[in-house]
């Protein structure tokens, strides 16, 4: 694997820490807390994490860093230099990086390693980096209760051959416009990119390997459902406009868009029409999000959601992405930390009894 420079680890008093010392603090050792007066002993949570720089500089923020600390939480990066068996010991493996070899070495490891709770599972992650695949659980579910239901645009994989893309389209019924994805979501800027057809003629022009959705109006507004082991998170972004019937008829060609949702598209604050920025409700997301964990395999994802446009209670998912940017989503800090805990600790429970580590323990309840 790639050698990666390396986030030095910073102790209590703002010391840093180098080599093979960062990773001293493992599952065996125990620090002294002090809870209202009271002496108690609290094990350190050792998470290791393979991530790109990118996802490192959104993700480690020093006040997630400091939480995490207060909570007996380290995060030490792992060494792509080295065999990953060689290091830790570690509690939780936190990754976001591409490549079959590190995907084979990551499985390995989690069967090697059962201790270890590794997030996510890769093969289940790959399962995502394929907009062919990505929202096939979504429409299994034929998803309808009380609250709403939940579907998916109609789509249609074109793989290579833009020449065929017409034929392809008018086979399959699908009507413009449409929204065109590349196939590979690898989390890249170009994987976000995407492209708004109005006219058949042009669909040619496209560039495969794709996917086609039908565009769905829904206001302008997307929900991303950001979730978290059973936490849910929900915030508004702005999403692209309607389109009109008189739009169809006037414009021609395909318009490009470079990453449509992001934070500072946020609609939360904006002065929207109760009817489009009413959030889904609760209860429905919950079940989704409960259903969603179990088929995908999944704790950290999150659904890019729609209403459509007109309705209360129709809804589309859109996107699913395995960890995505979280540090942009309210109190993730807390969230995080909380469910890192719950993992350890819903680990050591799973244990025989004379294993069972401080974190099940009242006494720790303060953490």
Same mark, same amino acid.
């Given at each position: 694997?790639?050698?990666?420079?390396?986030?030095?680890?910073?102790?209590?008093?703002?010391?840093?820490?180098?080599?093979?010392?960062?990773?001293?603090?493992?599952?065996?050792?125990?620090?002294?807390?002090?809870?209202?007066? %009271?002496? $108690?002993?609290?094990?350190?949570?050792?998470?290791?994490?393979?991530?790109?720089?990118?996802?490192?500089?959104?993700?480690?923020? +020093?006040?997630?860093?400091?939480?995490?600390?207060?909570?007996?939480?380290? %995060?030490?990066?792992?060494?792509?230099?080295?065999?990953?068996?060689?290091?830790?010991? *570690?509690?939780?493996?936190?990754?976001?990086?591409?490549?079959?070899?590190?995907?084979?070495?990551?499985?390995?490891?989690?069967?090697?390693?059962?201790?270890?709770?590794?997030?996510?599972? +890769?093969?289940?992650?790959?399962?995502?980096?394929?907009?062919?695949?990505?929202?096939?659980?979504?429409?299994?579910?034929?998803?309808?209760?009380?609250?709403?239901?939940?579907?998916?645009?109609?789509?249609?994989?074109? @793989?290579?051959?833009?020449?065929?893309?017409?034929?392809?389209?008018?086979?399959?019924?699908?009507?413009? +416009?449409?929204?065109?994805?590349?196939?590979?979501?690898?989390?890249?800027?170009?994987?976000?990119?995407?492209?708004?057809?109005?006219?058949?003629?042009?669909?040619?022009?496209?560039?495969?390997?794709?996917?086609?959705?039908?565009?769905?109006?829904?206001?302008?507004?997307?929900?991303?459902?950001?979730?978290?082991?059973?936490?849910?998170?929900?915030?508004?972004? *702005?999403?692209?406009?309607?389109?009109?019937?008189?739009?169809?008829?006037? #414009?021609?060609?395909?318009?490009?868009?470079?990453?449509? $949702?992001?934070?500072?598209?946020?609609?939360?604050?904006?002065?929207?029409?109760?009817?489009?920025?009413?959030?889904?409700?609760? +209860?429905?997301?919950?079940?989704?999000?409960?259903?969603?964990?179990?088929?995908?395999?999944?704790?950290?994802?999150?659904?890019?959601?729609?209403?459509?446009?007109?309705?209360?209670?129709?809804?589309?998912?859109? #996107?699913?992405?395995? %960890?995505?940017?979280?540090?942009?989503?309210?109190?993730?800090?807390?969230?995080?930390?909380? *469910?890192?805990?719950?993992?350890?600790?819903?680990?050591?429970?799973? @244990?025989?009894?004379? *294993?069972?580590?401080?974190?099940?323990?009242?006494?720790?309840?303060?953490?």
């Amino acid at each position: 694997m790639r050698p990666r420079e390396e986030k030095p680890y910073r102790n209590e008093d703002g010391d840093e820490i180098e080599g093979e010392e960062e990773v001293i603090m493992s599952q065996n050792q125990w620090s002294p807390v002090v809870n209202g007066g %009271f002496s $108690s002993q609290k094990r350190v949570i050792v998470v290791g994490y393979a991530l790109t720089s990118k996802k490192i500089k959104s993700f480690l923020q +020093p006040k997630l860093e400091g939480l995490a600390r207060n909570k007996g939480i380290v %995060f030490v990066a792992i060494d792509h230099s080295r065999p990953l068996p060689d290091q830790g010991p *570690f509690d939780v493996v936190l990754h976001k990086l591409l490549g079959k070899e590190w995907r084979q070495i990551l499985e390995d490891y989690r069967l090697s390693h059962p201790e270890v709770t590794v997030l996510d599972p +890769p093969d289940a992650i790959q399962h995502l980096r394929n907009r062919q695949h990505m929202l096939q659980a979504v429409a299994d579910m034929n998803f309808s209760d009380s609250y709403g239901a939940v579907g998916v645009p109609r789509q249609l994989v074109i @793989k290579r051959d833009a020449s065929s893309i017409l034929e392809l389209v008018n086979r399959a019924g699908l009507t413009l +416009p449409l929204v065109a994805k590349p196939l590979v979501a690898d989390g890249s800027a170009k994987s976000h990119e995407l492209s708004l057809a109005y006219e058949q003629y042009s669909l040619q022009k496209l560039e495969p390997p794709l996917v086609l959705q039908e565009f769905v109006n829904h206001g302008g507004v997307l929900f991303k459902v950001y979730i978290v082991g059973d936490v849910i998170k929900v915030v508004r972004r *702005f999403s692209l406009p309607d389109v009109h019937k008189w739009e169809l008829s006037n #414009d021609a060609g395909i318009y490009h868009f470079p990453r449509v $949702s992001c934070a500072a598209a946020s609609a939360d604050d904006a002065d929207l029409d109760p009817s489009i920025a009413e959030l889904p409700p609760k +209860p429905l997301l919950e079940r989704l999000a409960k259903e969603l964990r179990w088929r995908l395999g999944l704790r950290l994802f999150n659904l890019d959601i729609i209403r459509e446009h007109g309705t209360r209670d129709h809804f589309y998912v859109i #996107d699913i992405n395995y %960890f995505p940017g979280y540090g942009k989503m309210p109190e993730y800090e807390h969230i995080f930390t909380d *469910f890192l805990l719950s993992v350890v600790k819903g680990k050591c429970k799973k @244990k025989p009894a004379e *294993f069972l580590c401080n974190l099940c323990d009242t006494s720790t309840a303060a953490i």
